[in-house]
């Protein structure tokens, strides 16, 4: 059985910087989406098994980071640079099949709890 844990979470002002970690239960396609209030979940990140390719929203290129060690079966999501428009739920997703693209919600089979990033100005 597939199982996510997010952690790292957390208030932090405008500027400041969080990493979010993300535990799978296997080496997969991993992305990173977040939903703010009233909003629809949007596609953040993602890297490959290997991590060798990594995908970025335009909103955080150059201030967010994916990475992931294998060794560990965990993805790493840096956020530096952090804005206000950047508080929202962060969702961790494990992409199995490769079916659609890495882009939409409904290309990820399995999902993370959340954590929720609250940035203030």
């Known amino acids: ?17 969080l990493r979010l970690s993300c535990v799978a239960s296997g080496r997969v396609f991993m992305g990173w989406f977040r939903q703010a209030p009233g909003k629809e979940r949007e596609f953040v990140a993602a890297i490959n098994v290997s991590g060798v390719s990594t995908y970025y929203a335009d909103s955080v290129k150059g201030r967010f980071t994916i990475s992931r060690d294998n060794a560990k079966n965990t993805v790493y999501l840096q956020m530096s640079s952090l804005k206000p428009e ?8 494990l992409r199995l ?25």
């Open 1 to 17: 059985q597939v199982q996510l844990a997010e952690f790292g979470g957390g208030l932090v002002q405008a500027g400041g910087s």
């Open 97 to 121: 099949y490769y079916s659609g693209s890495y882009l939409i919600p409904s290309s990820y089979e399995y999902w993370g709890q959340g954590t929720q990033v609250t940035v203030s100005s």
């Open 86 to 93: 950047d508080t929202a739920v962060y969702y961790c997703a």
